[in-house]
């Protein structure tokens, strides 16, 4: 047992290069289990530099079907999936350490606080470690039973080399930008309709909309909004850096890598106050928020964004805040995991 092994569910791009990261600062090649995003996302190999040993999430599986020694050191997404349980379940029976990867944010509703005592009587034994996205993470795995000094922040995070500050906001187009699933989920609908609403206050501005989904079909027509489709993470890097505002209005949202994304572009942020991400990177020097289904709420949010005159320092408050997550960070918290159960 001497590897480090990690599992990924819907594995993304932006996962695999933060997995190469963290192989590169453990000075060796980490086999990843992942199982495959709905989304066709593209080079996801490439990214990581390695083949992926792929499965059915729903399906248990063992590391001798999938040809590979049981590692000391598990990285296991989740609790809900009986591959990578039962990957963890080895783990544990031959002596090894399970860091669980957990993307929930605290949101404190009943079935949060109903959910505390299985996980703590059912779960928290399993795992020697919780890695988590941010703060929000944080607080859930504490109210989890989780002890604080086992508890890593920066599981998910966006490239750098993709996103990053571009031209200052005062010579950006005055547009608004939505990236996301056309679902009920992200609110797609009812940002459409805040910006309509208040599209005579602000006739300079455009919304532009990116993804797809079975809503797209549900945005309303006008003059001012653009409704595109999937753009792939090589591509949207440009698209931020060409927008004043990025928009989430999510009436649930883990935690919302698209928000990094925007932050590490430089742009102002327009979030429900639902979306995981949030303590992490809005502030009120470079974000709004509201709450989610509330779209006069949204509009009113839309213009003191579009009105802001310190446009300089919200960019350069985006961009700071921004510096807390990525390929690096993950890198140095999954080496501390593994200094920690070694």
């Known amino acids: 047992?001497?590897?480090?092994?990690?599992?990924?569910?819907?594995?993304?791009?932006?996962?695999?290069?933060?997995?190469?990261?963290?192989?590169?600062?453990?000075?060796?090649?980490?086999?990843?289990?992942?199982?495959?995003?709905?989304?066709?996302?593209?080079?996801?190999?490439?990214?990581l530099g390695r083949p992926v040993h792929w499965v059915e999430a729903s399906r248990p599986t063992t590391w001798r079907e999938l040809g590979l020694d049981v590692p000391r050191v598990f990285f296991q997404s989740g609790w809900a999936y009986p591959a990578f349980n039962a990957l963890g379940d080895e783990v544990r029976a031959a002596g090894g350490?399970?860091?669980?990867?957990?993307?929930?944010?605290?949101?404190?509703?009943?079935?949060?606080?109903?959910?505390?005592?299985?996980?703590?009587?059912?779960?928290?034994?399993?795992?020697?470690?919780?890695?988590?996205?941010g703060k929000s993470g944080r607080r859930l795995a504490r109210w989890y039973g989780m002890p604080d000094e086992k508890i890593f922040e920066g599981m998910y995070g966006a490239d750098p080399r993709l996103f990053f500050n571009g031209p200052p906001l005062s010579e950006r187009p005055k547009r608004i930008i939505f990236v996301g699933q056309y679902i009920k989920r992200k609110g797609c609908v009812p940002l459409a309709r805040a910006f309509a609403s208040v599209a005579p206050m602000l006739p300079d501005w455009e919304l532009c909309m990116y993804g797809s989904g079975p809503l797209q079909s549900a945005i309303p027509d006008h003059p001012q909004i653009r409704v595109h489709g999937f753009v792939q993470p090589e591509q949207l890097g440009e698209l931020y850096r060409n927008a004043r505002v990025f928009a989430l209005p999510s009436f649930a949202e883990a935690w919302g890598l698209v928000v990094h994304e925007a932050a590490l572009s430089g742009c102002q942020l327009l979030l429900s106050a639902t979306v995981g991400s949030a303590p992490d990177f809005a502030m009120p020097a470079n974000a709004?928020?509201?709450?989610?289904?509330?779209?006069?709420?949204?509009?009113?949010?839309?213009?003191?964004?579009?009105?802001?005159?310190?446009?300089?320092?919200?960019?350069?408050?985006?961009?700071?805040?921004?510096?807390?997550?990525?390929?690096?960070?993950?890198?140095?918290?999954?080496?501390?995991?593994?200094?920690?159960?070694?």
């Not at 997995?19 to 066709?40: F, I, K, N, T």
């Not at 605290?106 to 919780?130: H, M």
């Open 288 to 342: 709004r928020t509201f709450r989610p289904g509330d779209e006069i709420g949204l509009a009113s949010a839309m213009v003191q964004l579009a009105e802001t005159a310190e446009l300089q320092e919200a960019q350069s408050a985006s961009v700071a805040a921004a510096q807390s997550h990525g390929p690096a960070v993950f890198a140095r918290q999954v080496h501390a995991i593994v200094r920690q159960l070694s």
């Open 97 to 133: 350490k399970v860091c669980l990867l957990m993307d929930n944010n605290w949101r404190g509703d009943l079935r949060q606080i109903l959910g505390a005592p299985w996980f703590r009587l059912c779960q928290r034994r399993k795992f020697s470690a919780v890695l988590v996205p």
């Open 1 to 47: 047992m001497s590897r480090i092994a990690f599992s990924w569910n819907g594995l993304p791009q932006y996962a695999a290069r933060q997995l190469a990261a963290a192989s590169a600062e453990l000075g060796q090649d980490c086999p990843v289990v992942g199982s495959r995003a709905q989304v066709p996302i593209q080079g996801v190999e490439a990214a």
